[in-house]
């Protein structure tokens, strides 16, 4: 049975850093494209980073030299570094998987974050960022 478990979520004040972290279990890590989503307030959820299988990462413009994203495949863990928050990135952070989907022809769909190409959800670790 396929889980994803985040951990790591909290309060922080505006500049500072949080790390999360997602423990997957019930595939092989090493094959799927795992990424990083999140919904804050009024908003649709957005992929903010995404690895291959490969180890090819992608960020959107909004948090790119400020987050990096990880994985672990011996501890069957993804990360996300988060530095230099913003207030405005308050809100509710996803772990998401696509197994087996991480590499060959699935490289790009993976890397463009798409929602509709991951299977599998975490429950969401909250973030909130204080002015």
């Known amino acids: 049975q396929v889980r994803l478990v985040e951990s790591g979520g909290g309060s922080v004040q505006a500049g500072g850093s949080l790390r999360l972290s997602c423990a997957t279990f019930g595939y092989h890590l090493g094959s799927a494209c795992m990424a990083w989503f999140r919904q804050t307030p009024g908003k649709e959820r957005e992929g903010v980073a995404a690895?291959?299988?490969?180890?090819?990462?992608t960020y959107p413009n909004s948090v790119k030299g400020r987050f990096t994203i990880s994985r672990h495949n011996g501890r069957n863990t993804l990360d996300l570094q988060m530095n230099s928050l913003k207030p405005e990135e308050t809100g509710t952070y996803y772990c998401a998987a696509s197994p087996g989907r991480g590499g060959g022809w699935n490289s790009a769909p993976c890397l463009q974050s798409h929602r509709s190409f991951f299977d599998y959800w975490g429950q969401g670790a909250q973030v909130t960022v204080s002015s």
């Open positions: 690895v291959d299988r490969d180890g090819r990462t």
